[in-house]
Nanobody, 114 residues
């Protein structure tokens, strides 16, 4: 099992930025594509962005041009740089392997105020 710990969330005003980190432990991190997901109040958990082992990326239309996913395999860490944040981005953000997710962690709360 690979352990995943999300961090970096917080409270930010609209237009601001946050950088989320997902620290992974284990011996096979560099064999997984990874994704960031979010769940807003009253909504289902939704895919935000993915990154392959080789660095190919995908973004949901709602965040394209504002968010950037990256990974540092040497540090076993996946990042989500979030710029130009909007109140609609308010959610709990989770990381996981993609497309076949394992058990979800606690996530990290992102709150964007207007």
């Amino acid at each position: 099992q690979v352990q995943l710990v999300e961090s970096g969330g917080g409270l930010v005003q609209a237009g601001g930025s946050l950088r989320l980190s997902c620290a992974a432990s284990g011996t096979i991190f560099n064999t997984y594509a990874m994704g960031w997901f979010r769940q807003a109040p009253g909504k289902q958990r939704a895919l935000v962005a993915t990154i392959s082992v080789g660095g190919s990326t995908y973004y949901a239309d709602s965040v394209k041009g504002r968010f950037t996913i990256s990974r540092d395999n040497a540090k076993n860490t996946v990042y989500l740089q979030m710029n130009s944040l909007k109140p609609e981005d308010t959610a709990v953000y989770y990381c996981n392997k993609f497309p076949n997710t394992r058990a979800w962690g606690q996530g990290t709360q992102v709150t964007v105020s207007s």
